[in-house]
């Protein structure tokens, strides 16, 4: 059985310098996912260091961290039926080379350093960075007339 849950997304300086912040909101919305949380985040080094832990002993880490910290990113939390899961199959692949035609990374970008989002990979960190990202009162639950055509059988 699907499960409602919810997911991080931020979009990275090269999507808001390229003017993608819309086109890639849109695609989340066509999809049928609920905005819950929506903002502009200052990412700092200690955010960073934390959030791209498992890239620490890379070569890319330090220019990784410098690229996120080049303007603010957007931040948004995304509810839906497996919503995590969902969205990491919007996004795609890691490389954009690799990344199947259709997702967000494939058809709009080229680079794996410049490769426009992030998504939370599992459940798990899902939680970990929706508390990393947003404070509880950042967090909207609302209803919305579409949901039972959405999330329920109409
Ligand atoms: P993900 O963003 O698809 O979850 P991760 O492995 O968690 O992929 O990597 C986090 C970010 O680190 C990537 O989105 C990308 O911006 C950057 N990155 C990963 N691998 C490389 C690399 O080989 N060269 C440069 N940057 C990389
Ligand atoms: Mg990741």
Redesign the pocket.
């Known amino acids: 059985m699907p499960d409602i849950q919810r997911t991080v997304v931020l979009l990275?300086p090269d999507a808001l310098q390229r003017d993608l912040l819309g086109e890639i909101i849109r695609r989340f919305e066509f999809k049928g996912l609920k905005i819950v949380g929506l903002k502009f985040i200052r990412l700092t080094d200690e955010l960073l260091n934390e959030h791209?832990a498992?890239?620490m002993d890379?070569p890319?880490f330090a220019?990784?961290k410098k690229f996120m910290m080049q303007t603010p990113v957007v931040g948004l939390a995304l509810e839906g039926l497996d919503a995590v899961g969902e969205v990491r199959k919007i996004?795609g692949?890691?490389?954009p080379l690799q990344a199947d035609a259709g997702t967000i990374r494939a058809d709009l970008s080229m680079n794996?350093?410049?490769?426009l989002i992030?998504?939370s990979?599992t459940f798990e960190s899902a939680v970990v960075e929706l508390k990393r990202f947003f404070s509880d009162e950042e967090i909207f639950s609302y209803e919305k007339i579409t949901d039972r055509y959405i999330f329920g059988d109409g």
């Open positions: 990275k791209y498992h890239h890379k890319f220019g990784l996004v692949s890691t490389n794996v350093s410049s490769n992030h998504a990979d």
